[in-house]
Structure formats: structure tokens, C-alpha cells
């Protein structure tokens, strides 16, 4: 009994994950309440994520709130550009479905938009976690999460069923999840993220 409950047993190092998942998502969620901070707080979420994942986590909120500093006018701008252009395809879905059409044109229309609205997804997908562990301009952030998505898009997709599985089941079955789902999903995906960053840049070139 007293080897269950030491402070390295696997019990203790579970509850310690939840802990730590309960605070970070709690903190994401305030700080996204501003709206126009949601990138900022995704990409502060994400930093501590990223190193979470490695074993090199610090103090947690001190290491948030740096990070959110740190990104916050990149991690902003893109959140500014990705809201306009999913305003633009919600746009878009609202007047091709009061339009809708059966026809070869209507189906190649149907394709090439549902085809940009998976790229736009993607790129959500792995933008945050790029500004999070790397120096460099909105652009090659922009054009590096699209190619990094596409050339796993397996694991990009398996990304997005999973956290809307998540979302659903945190929605319809245990809403309790969804006080620390954000940053479930985010740890999950930060495992996966470190593997294919380092794969493209040294170590070295992760921000710290």
C-alpha cells in the first residue's frame, strides 16, 4: 500500500499528469476568453506542451505566461488570418448549400472546397505548435504547417478524429472531460509533434 501511493509510483505519476492537464487547460481556457487571444494562448499551451512531453517541463504557469508573451504578436496575427479565412469558408459553405446543384461542375466545386477546407484544418492543426518551437516568419509558419500536415496527413487525420471524438464525447456522454480535453488533445498531439520536429531541425533550434 505505501509503495502505491509514492510519489513515484505509477499511481501518483498519473494523478500528477491530471493535475497538470487540469491546470494548463484551465489556463488556456481564461486566457482565451479575451478572443483575440486564443492564438496566444494555444501557442503558450503548446510551448509548455512540447516540453512537457520531453520531460523538460519547468514551472508551469511562469512557463505559460512567458511563452504567451514571448508569440504573442505572431501567435495573434496568425490567429487573425485563420479567423478571417474560416469566416470566409463558412461564408462560402453557407451560399454553396443554398445553391446546391447536382452536376459534374457542382461536384468538382463540392471537391475543390471541402479539399480547402481539410488544408485549412490542418494547418490549425500544426501552426501553434511550429510558433511554439520555432524562430521564424508568419510566412514559412504558414507554408511549413501546411507541408508538414500534408506529407503525415495519416496522422493529421487521425489528429482530427480524435479530437473531435474527444470534443463529442466530453459534449454527449462525460462533460467532465472537456475541463481538461483541450489540453489532452494538445498533449497527445505534442507527442506525435516532437517526434516529427526534430526530424526536420536539430534540437538545438527548438526555442527554450
Not at 513515484?8 to 487547460?25: I, R
Not at 475543390?112 to 484544418?121: Q, R
Request: with cysteine.
Amino acid at each position: 500500500m505505501g509503495t502505491l501511493f509514492s510519489i513515484n509510483s505509477p499511481l501518483w505519476n498519473f494523478m500528477d499528469k491530471v493535475l497538470h492537464l487540469l491546470l494548463l487547460n484551465l489556463l488556456w481556457f481564461v486566457c482565451c476568453i479575451p478572443i483575440v487571444t486564443i492564438g496566444a494562448s494555444t501557442t503558450a499551451l503548446y510551448s509548455v506542451m512540447l516540453k512537457y512531453t520531453r520531460d523538460q517541463e519547468g514551472y508551469i504557469i511562469r512557463e505559460f505566461f512567458r511563452a504567451f508573451r514571448k508569440n504573442f504578436l505572431s501567435s495573434t496575427a496568425v490567429w487573425f488570418l485563420m479567423a478571417a479565412i474560416g469566416i470566409f469558408l463558412g461564408a462560402d459553405a453557407i451560399v454553396y448549400l443554398r445553391s446546391y446543384a447536382v452536376g459534374v461542375f457542382d461536384m468538382i466545386l463540392m471537391t475543390a472546397f471541402f479539399s480547402g477546407v481539410l488544408m485549412y484544418v490542418f494547418v490549425n492543426l500544426y501552426i501553434y505548435a511550429l510558433i511554439a518551437a520555432f524562430q521564424n516568419t508568419i510566412f514559412h509558419f504558414l507554408k511549413n504547417a501546411l507541408l508538414l500536415s500534408v506529407c503525415h496527413w495519416p496522422a493529421s487525420l487521425l489528429m482530427i478524429v480524435g479530437g473531435v471524438s474527444l470534443f463529442t464525447v466530453g459534449m454527449l456522454v462525460f462533460p467532465p472531460l472537456l475541463f481538461g480535453g483541450f489540453a489532452l488533445f494538445s498533449y497527445v498531439c505534442s507527442k506525435y509533434f516532437n517526434r516529427i520536429f526534430y526530424r526536420f531541425a536539430d534540437g538545438s533550434h527548438l526555442s527554450e
